[in-house]
């Protein structure tokens, strides 16, 4: 009898202690990267564009990133990591979305280069690998470009871009 008593005390004691751990959890500082580092090339047909400024855009929630940058001689570009910094973990049933958005400005009008929205915490695998090197022709048309959604019976997920995109299963 005392071994089962015992055992009950432990079990109780194991499973206060990890929700008394857990609750604390609810309070520490959480980091969600809304767009991994970015390395770039804008170019119109076959010449690249120097001196051409970049704009990112990244959000998540209400929360809104905006950061620019010029493009070399070369036509090259660079964006470091947008990391979103929150003390409240977001619910689980929430619906949050982060969104990114690369552009030019023409016109006083936005040249949008890629435009992406998703539910994620941190950028998709497509993402990242995609924007280890973007090339981006100014003068193509936008398509929409159709990644495979690792959410079993989900539906494709979609980016919009004028840059040459890899690993995806369809362009239209």
């Not at 170019?43 to 998540?60: T, V």
């Not at 619910?91 to 040249?111: A, C, D, E, R, V």
């Not at 995609?130 to 048309?141: G, T």
Request: glycine content about 2%; charged content about 25%; overall charge neutral.
């Amino acid at each position: 009898m005392n071994l089962v008593k015992l055992t009950l005390v432990s079990f109780s004691l194991t499973i206060s202690m990890s929700s008394y751990s857990n609750m604390f959890d609810f309070f520490k500082r959480n980091d969600y990267i809304l767009s991994p580092r970015i390395s770039g090339n804008i170019y119109k047909d076959a010449s690249p564009q120097s001196n051409y400024n970049i704009y990112l855009e990244a959000s998540f929630l209400k929360i809104r990133y905006e950061y620019a940058t010029r493009t070399d001689e070369r036509g090259n570009f660079d964006f470091d990591e947008v990391v979103h910094s929150t003390w409240i973990k977001t619910n689980p049933l929430n619906q949050t979305y982060s969104y990114i958005g690369i552009y030019t400005i023409n016109n006083n009008k936005k040249n949008y280069i890629w435009q992406s929205q998703f539910d994620y915490e941190k950028p998709l695998d497509f993402i990242v690998e995609n924007f280890k090197l973007l090339k981006c022709n100014l003068n193509s048309p936008e398509y929409k470009f159709y990644f495979e959604n690792s959410v079993p019976d989900g539906v494709d997920l979609m980016v919009l871009s004028k840059c040459e995109l890899s690993g995806y299963k369809t362009k239209e």
